[in-house]
């Protein structure tokens, strides 16, 4: 069968097939009518026909023929015998009669030939795709046969996906030197390899014009040769049932002015007791402690005060508008409650569970999106702990940290809000703001990502996400924005479970933990592993200078304790940084300055307390000039062990940490290079030393330089800066 390409045409045919398929037991298109839509849209194809048994071939195909069985209820060919390659004319017809009898053997029965000229040798790719509730075409790509099938070394994207996005996928891939010709084998047509996925899966392409029938493809085979790229086997597969779309979509809104939320001026609270104190009476509390400076209106059917504050009896008598009411009420009372508040109140956040995290809190939630709609509230939650808001002074958690910062944090979990603020303030973080949007019922993490690139106060941008649905949004605000900033992402869920049981290797393949690297490797994200690590991310990037771009992954290591140094580069490794040698010019030079014996200068540079004694430290600043005059590393990290420097030369050399810290940022701020540079203070557990370091690290990041306890840390935020850092050069270069 034929698919026109013209349009509506081309659609009123896909809807032939779609309705075809539905009439097999297999569910799909058949190969020929697969084929046939990828040549509609210009993707490589063998020369073919689809013949009854016993109908002759065409002269024009050539004469070493490929062999497929047709059958209504047959899905894996070559499991049940029905492929055969290197067919003559000659052969065909003993060919067929075995092929018909292997299948019958099977339950199947053969109903026509696909017979196709054979394509040249070339290297073996997969490429697939599936249909996934609220992301859209999730697409893989993969080395063939036993890479695919039992080392899965496979590479996600969501589309539409660009060129230089399939090249990266492509360069993902393990076996990405097999197709480079490693070993003296044939080096594959990248670029039409690319094309032929971009026809599939770039804008415009074919996924693009497929109903939202059609759930499941692989082109599996596809063979790469040296000058060409062709799917050699294509396999569509139709949903059982009709196509329903069970997510509500959200209806179009002005983008709002988060401004009332971070810097309310009128803050009302709801469900605080006159009588016992609860969640809301430590909520007001928390107001008064961190020093708002706003008006706070307790909201009480009954009470005439709440916490020595006068009560009003709603939200709906209120003298004056509110900014933000922090809605702390069982769950079956919050719509009545906001709908008394039409016209009155800016933002809502409810506190309350039992909403849509349960399949009999749904209704509910609907209702409570519906009330607040209704009554032109923006609603943050439900299922959450409220907003954390530094210029605005006030947290949901006590004795929080109020310093206002450049870091924005949406998280999707409450709980896990309440540890980034706790994390966040030991590792130096001044926040701008964490928001805790539990179900994101109304208010979403795209809507305020698209608010914090938008904010010239939040230079840094934190996600911990549970929902892939949530990170798309995400990825189409950060892919289509004018803005770029930094975005360390924390996934929730990232198992390695498949979505579902799949007819495609691609659905087989397809799980949550891949689509979360492919949303962060397209949306330019740095994905974390844990709290730790994105606590360590956050503080080097609202850290340091992201003025200075970094082009490569080039680190040095300087500081005391050679065993550290060479555990220090295994963890710079891990994140896929190199520690290369420094030239022999610059070895020459740093061991002309009259260093005492014992230093390793090659890279990790490792110098014992001895030589850190030279001038009280200064002989640190020697060194690094020399280091960045003659290399430009992207990353520097000094190491010092506070203790042992403490210990033996503390008495007689003086503050020789703090004189190297200075000479750090001395070198820095002299030196023209594109350098980072990062600090690991190492303590030897006593109270003395933790005080010193204490000391030591507001020291270094009032000056600019992200301060970590390991190298393990340091590493990992080696590898954000990195990571980030280059994707603003990617982007300037792409405006």
Known sequence: MSVDTSRPSIQDGIAALVSEARSRESAMFTEAQAKSLLAAFGIDVPRGVQVSDGELIPEHLGESLVVKAISSTLVHKSDAGGVRVGVSREQLAEVTDQMRKRLAASGHRLSGLLVEEMVPAGHEVIVGATKTPDLGWSVMVGLGGVLVEVLEDVA????????????RMLQELRGIKVLEGARGGVRADLSSLVRLISRLAGPGGLLESLPGDVVELDLNPIIVSADRAVAVDARFVV????????????PERPAPDFSALFRPARVAVLGASGKRPNLANRYIRNLRAGGFEGTIVPIHPEADNIEGLPAVTSLADTDEPI?????????????EALLAAAGRVRFAQVIASGFGETEEGKPLEKTLVETVRRAGIRLIGPNCLGTHASAGRLSFIPDATLTPGVTAVVSQSGGLSVDILRVGAMRGIDFHSVVSIGNGADVNAAELVASHLADDDVRVIGLYLESLAAAREVLDVLTTGEVRKPVVLLAGGRTSEGSRAATSHTGALAGNHRLWQAIARQAGMTLVDSLEDFASALHALSTIDLDIRSTGRQAILFGNGGGASVLGADALDRQGLTTSPLADSVIRQLDGLGLPPGNGLRNPIDVPAGTLAVRNGQVAEDMLKLVLAGSEPDILISHLNVGIIQRNLGESHGDVTGTIIDSIVHVRDEANSNTHH?????????????????GYAHRARSSGIPVFAAFEDAALAARAVLEQTHQGCEDDGRR
């Not at 949903?239 to 959200?250: G, N, Y």
Request: overall charge negative; cysteine-free; proline content about 6%.
């Open 239 to 250: 949903s059982a049932e009709e196509p329903v779309d069970a997510t509500e979509a959200r």
């Open 156 to 167: 996600f994207g969501l589309a539409p996906l660009s060129e230089d996005q399939i090249l």
């Open 323 to 335: 900014d933000y009411a922090f809605v702390a009420l069982p769950a079956a009372r919050v719509s």
């Open 678 to 694: 990062l600090l690991v203070l190492k303590t030897d557990g006593s109270q003395q030393t933790e005080e010193l370091i204490t």
